[in-house]
Nanobody, 126 residues
Framework: QVQLVESGGGSVQAGGSLRLSCAAS???????????VGWFRQAAGKEREGVAL????????YYSNSVEGRFTISQDNAKNTLYLQMNSLNSEDTAMYYC????????????????WGQGTQVTVSS
C-alpha cells in the first residue's frame, strides 16, 4: 500500500506561483522512484485531467497543453516526495490538485495510477 499526502495549495493572484508537494510513504523499502508519478487536477464541473506525468526512475515527462511551459514536475528520491512547480498561474488553473502513483505499463495514461492523495485546492484570482 502507498500513501500520498499533498500540501502547498492555496489562493494566489493571477501571474503568481505555487509549489505543491506530495509526501509518499509505504511498505518497508518503499521508493517512489519505482512508480509512475503524476499530478492531476479537477475543476468544478469538469473531469479529472492529468497535467504533469513522469515515468519511473525520473523518466520522461508529459505535460498537458494547458500547462506546458508553466508547470514543472520533479521528485526528491531521498525524501520520497513529488513536487509540482506552477508558474504564471491563471484563473483556469483553479482546481483541486491530486498527486498519484501507479505501476501501470503506460505512465502517461490515467489507467496506470492506482494510488491517490486526498487533494489540495488551488484557487487563482484575477
Amino acid at each position: 500500500q502507498v500513501q500520498l499526502v499533498e500540501s502547498g495549495g492555496g489562493s494566489v493572484q493571477a501571474g503568481g506561483s505555487l509549489r505543491l508537494s506530495c509526501a509518499a510513504s509505504g511498505y518497508p523499502g518503499f521508493s517512489l522512484s519505482r512508480y509512475c508519478v503524476g499530478w492531476f487536477r479537477q475543476a468544478a464541473g469538469k473531469e479529472r485531467e492529468g497535467v504533469a506525468l513522469q515515468g519511473t526512475g525520473g523518466g520522461a515527462t508529459y505535460y498537458s497543453n494547458s500547462v506546458e511551459g508553466r508547470f514543472t514536475i520533479s521528485q526528491d528520491n531521498a525524501k520520497n516526495t513529488l513536487y509540482l512547480q506552477m508558474n504564471s498561474l491563471n484563473s483556469e488553473d483553479t482546481a483541486m490538485y491530486y498527486c498519484a502513483a501507479g505501476i501501470g505499463a503506460n505512465c502517461y495514461s490515467r489507467t496506470a495510477y492506482g494510488f491517490w492523495g486526498q487533494g489540495t485546492q488551488v484557487t487563482v484570482s484575477s
